[in-house]
């Protein structure tokens, strides 16, 4: 177990996916970027493990309402000036697919680190440039987009401001950035709500499709030990973006934040 994520049967022949040691770095998601490589190396090779079951536990999951959430969320992007849209940690290209269609005349470029993730949802897209590559060092020139959109990424890296400064950099000028993600409950109700789901009926449905526990009790304490709505919207505008504005979907099960690069065409 490195890092809290579970890299023992991890098919992978990367050493350092294995050899990544010390202590459990999930609840501390503000704290990652104590060793950004060797989370990120065992957090990829777990995406590849569970990239075969990952959509239909999607669907299981959160009841086929996933859907609608990645719908509010490209909604989200409304308002950017025209060019290029990025899918960050992309997975499985749900939200590239949407962008394709919401944007037919723009470029759509999709990022993961994760190979097996891209691989498997090939099938989804028709135009999309997918490419294998990391969230913290994004192969990308400044202000080479004019929308960028990440569903349930931000809370899987390493170093969250690093993430979000990738972000604000290759970003335009009027830029919008959409992030979908399940964070971390701010109330007590729902604190509640979600660490039952995260604790026992996310792990349990993980053991019975993915035959991987594990993983997904990964998933789950990842989701835990993330940052709160209200903190990211915070850090966002640390990192220089504007306008940021975050609203709840479903009960607040997830939530959509949008944020601006201020400047652009008048
Ligand atoms: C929970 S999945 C979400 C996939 C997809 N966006 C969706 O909406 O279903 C998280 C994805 O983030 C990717 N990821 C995590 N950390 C990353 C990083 N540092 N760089 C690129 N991709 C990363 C994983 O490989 C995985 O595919």
Known sequence: MAFGIPTKSAPTSEPSARGAAVGDLVPEARERGRDPDGHASAARAMFDRIAPTYDVLNKVMTAGIDRRWRSRAVAALHGAPSGAALDLCAGTLDLAALLERAYPTERVVACDFSAKMLELGRGKVTRTESLV?????????????????????????????????????????GGVFVTLEL????????????????????????????????????????????????EYEDMLRDEGFSAVRGSDLTLGVASVVRAEVAGGPA
């Open 183 to 230: 964070f971390a409950p701010a109330l007590a109700r729902s604190k509640a709500f979600h660490s039952l789901f995260a604790k026992r009926v996310l792990p349990a449905m993980g053991k019975a499709i993915a035959r991987d526990e594990e993983a997904y009790g990964y998933l789950s304490k990842s989701m835990l030990g993330f940052v709160t709505r209200g």
């Open 133 to 173: 590559a990391d969230a913290l060092a994004l192969p990308f020139d400044d202000g080479a987009f004019t929308r960028v959109i990440c569903g349930f990424g931000m809370r899987n890296l390493s170093d969250l401001r690093r993430g979000l400064s990738e972000v604000r950099r290759v970003l335009a000028p």
